[in-house]
């Protein structure tokens, strides 16, 4: 029996790495998106190719792009002949504080955050459809809650959560929708205060950060186990959202 498959994007690095490595290990093969992480890709696949040759597809895109979500899943379709789960995982984070907020900021955050993971989803639904499959997008608590200084963000977060239940409802009953929203899991790239970091965690009922394993386990539950779940957002946040 051929192995199931997902398209990842944003897979080359932390979050979104440690969900390839998981569903790897599930036993899925992968189509991997990357935008600009070539060496972070290939340090990837490396280890995954070691475990199982022949389990990846690297793919490079600008998800801007309006020709990308429909060329992603064809080229996964060539290679691996079916589609069995979507993980939107890329995703651009910057401050857009009120009065300083551009257009460029707002085209760059709801391109990643909203508008591919639609077109994406809009894309891979006949292929997921005819496999069973499933979608899971990485959304945020700050869809639900927001964040001071990051108004268009929390907004583009907010249009991926009502997309995963419309899109529960539009793909059902073939293919389940989800979403999972991460709480402090990963500190940012540029990083964090560390009294900022401090003040977050006194916030979670659990009282420490959390792992990207965390989100991962969550993802691949919600694609293998999960199979009476859809239109969800599950938040992987320490309960963090409890105290917002």
Known sequence: MPAPVALITGAAKRVGARIARRLHGAGYDLAL???????????????????????????RAELADDAAP??????????????DALVNNA????????GRATPA?????????ARAPFFLAQAAAPALRAAGG??????????????????????????LIMMTQSLARELGPEVRVNAVAPG?????????????????????????????DDVAEAVRWLLQDARYTTGQVIRVDGGRSLNQ
């Open 184 to 212: 402090a899991v990963m500190w940012p790239e540029e990083g964090k205060a560390e009294h900022e970091k401090a003040a977050m965690l006194a916030a979670t009922a659990l009282a420490r950060a959390g792992d990207p």
């Open 33 to 59: 998106h990357h935008r600009h992480s070539a060496d972070e890709m290939a340090r990837l696949v490396a280890g995954l190719e070691d475990v199982r040759p022949g389990s990846t597809l690297v793919l």
């Open 91 to 98: 995703s651009a984070f910057r401050p857009t504080p009120v």
């Open 70 to 83: 429909g060329q992603l899943v064809s080229a996964t379709l060539a290679r691996f002949g079916r589609l």
């Open 134 to 159: 499933g979608i899971v997008n990485l959304a945020d608590i700050y869809g639900e809650r927001p964040l001071k200084n990051h108004t268009v963000y929390c907004m583009a977060k907010a249009a």
């Open 105 to 113: 900021d707002w085209d760059a955050l709801f391109a990643s955050n």
